[in-house]
DNA sequence: GTTCATGCAAATCCTTTGCAGTTCA
DNA sequence: TGAACTGCAAAGGATTTGCATGAAC
């Protein structure tokens, strides 16, 4: 989805090193390292993907610091978690851009996520939020089912 | 939400009775006390809420037991789990009745957890997967924001 | 030089599993 | 009686915390 340009990116790294900045943090090798692979990833990391990430690239950076980074990262509001039903949250980047927000379509058989938008549905939510007297700040929309593969699998059964 | 009657209560309790003799399975004590409460609660409890409950109740169930009861009940498909980002999670009778389902508002600030039902919502998302070939089975639907009384806070400040 | 971050290991929390004894059909 | 359950305690997996050391400003 979304797919982010170098450009959006590198624009994303520079703003959470102005949220640190802003916040008299300092700035390290760790946090530019875990903030670049998160707002790299198409996919949905989990914290052990990130730190399996930079060991491939030969960074060792400690389990304690990839959840601190992380927690950092989402007060600053560049990203988001997300509990798909494994036991361990993962993590994206916060869609920003106009109709931006999306949605998750989760295969029960085969646990691929994918993302889709719907402008509709997103102008709902405010909407219904503010029926029932709630200040809306973000939501999550997750649809369970099965994914093309999948089904076309269950169909040959 | 979906205010249950006693009678509707019963039903359940009983659905899951039938679940248990249909897969051989058999009924105990532990296993209705469990279901009778998932099923009266109005709020989402989690696994320990259950055991409280009964402990309160003066009925001592095991923890392993709690959990090995809910999932007979998430497998029946009369309960489905939740996960509002407390770190651990939260039962509910699944909705049943016609325009049934619903979705959550939660309050960021004090963790209140508010049902809302919109059939117009609940008629896209089906829409929504097949336009990505997935067959929609379920979905969640969560609202993160502030509840009025929060917001009044809020604005005392 | 402070102040704050890092890494390790220990601790914590929720949930699952193994096993001896017990209940259900 | 046999199959399945229950409870306890131990194990497991994800995440958090305490503390000595090290990097950032």
Known sequence: MARSSLRERADL?????????DHRLP???QRDRIAEI???SEAHPSAADIQRTLAE???????????RTLELLIASGLVRAHDFGDG?????????????DHGHLICVRCGTVVEFTNDR??????????EHAFVHQR???EIYGLCSACRKHDLEL
Chains 1, 2 share one sequence.
């Open 13 to 21: 790294v520079d703003r959470f090193r102005h949220y640190l900045q």
């Open 27 to 29: 700035r390290t090798r």
């Open 38 to 40: 998160v707002f790299a």
């Open 57 to 67: 690239g030969d960074d060792h950076v400690g389990t304690a610091t990839v959840y």
């Open 88 to 100: 361990f949250k993962r993590y994206e980047a916060t869609p920003m851009q106009q109709g931006g």
């Open 121 to 130: 549905l997103e102008r709902m939510l405010p909407i219904i939020s503010d």
């Open 139 to 141: 939501h999550h929309v």
